[in-house]
């Protein structure tokens, strides 16, 4: 079922990106962009709250549900990107205005992001190296939240 799952989200990532060039276009109101991007970012929480447990010996570790909470974080990494649309930074959202108006820094975090959740997925097959990933990726994380997210 969860491979199932996977695959399900994986091929919609896949579909969506052949249609992330103009991401302004997919979205028919500035607010859906903010749904899409809020979702995305609850997702990986969620997952990277999993792993976080079992680095922290709250949860037991399983590789298989550790493997497949990484690859789920580390696929969505990749979603709010496109729903970085103008005008979004106003509204039902923590995203600052300065992140799209430096929009070089921030997708420079954003790829900083990509590369470490990328490194989790290998890393997610052992406790002690799950544990070691643990802080870059969630350093990673907090780069941007510290600069570009309201609290």
Same mark, same amino acid.
């Given at each position: 079922?969860?491979?199932?799952?996977?695959?399900?989200?994986?091929?919609?990532?896949?579909?969506?990106?052949?249609?992330?060039?103009?991401?302004?276009?997919?979205?028919?109101?500035?607010?859906?962009?903010?749904?899409?991007?809020?979702?995305?970012?609850?997702?990986?929480?969620?997952?990277?709250?999993?792993?976080?447990?079992?680095?922290?010996?709250?949860?037991?570790?399983?590789?298989?549900?550790?493997?497949?909470?990484? $690859?789920?974080?580390?696929?969505?990494?990749?979603?709010?990107?496109?729903?970085? !649309?103008?005008? *979004? +930074? /106003?509204? &039902? %959202?923590?995203?600052?205005?300065?992140?799209?108006?430096?929009?070089?820094?921030? $997708?420079?975090?954003?790829?900083?992001?990509?590369?470490?959740?990328?490194?989790? !997925?290998?890393? *997610? +097959? /052992?406790? &002690? %190296?799950?544990?070691?990933?643990?802080?870059?990726?969630?350093?990673?994380?907090?780069?941007?939240?510290?600069?570009?997210?309201?609290?």
């Amino acid at each position: 079922m969860k491979k199932l799952a996977i695959s399900l989200v994986g091929a919609a990532v896949a579909a969506g990106a052949l249609y992330a060039i103009p991401a302004a276009a997919q979205f028919a109101k500035v607010e859906d962009a903010i749904k899409y991007r809020k979702a995305s970012f609850t997702v990986m929480a969620n997952h990277v709250g999993r792993l976080s447990a079992m680095a922290k010996g709250e949860r037991p570790f399983d590789a298989a549900a550790a493997q497949n909470s990484a $690859k789920i974080i580390d696929l969505a990494s990749h979603l709010p990107w496109e729903a970085m !649309v103008p005008n *979004s +930074a /106003s509204g &039902d %959202t923590r995203l600052k205005p300065e992140a799209l108006a430096n929009a070089a820094e921030f $997708k420079q975090l954003g790829d900083k992001l990509q590369a470490e959740t990328a490194k989790l !997925v290998t890393a *997610s +097959a /052992s406790l &002690d %190296t799950l544990k070691a990933q643990m802080g870059p990726t969630g350093g990673a994380c907090k780069g941007c939240h510290d600069k570009f997210r309201k609290d």
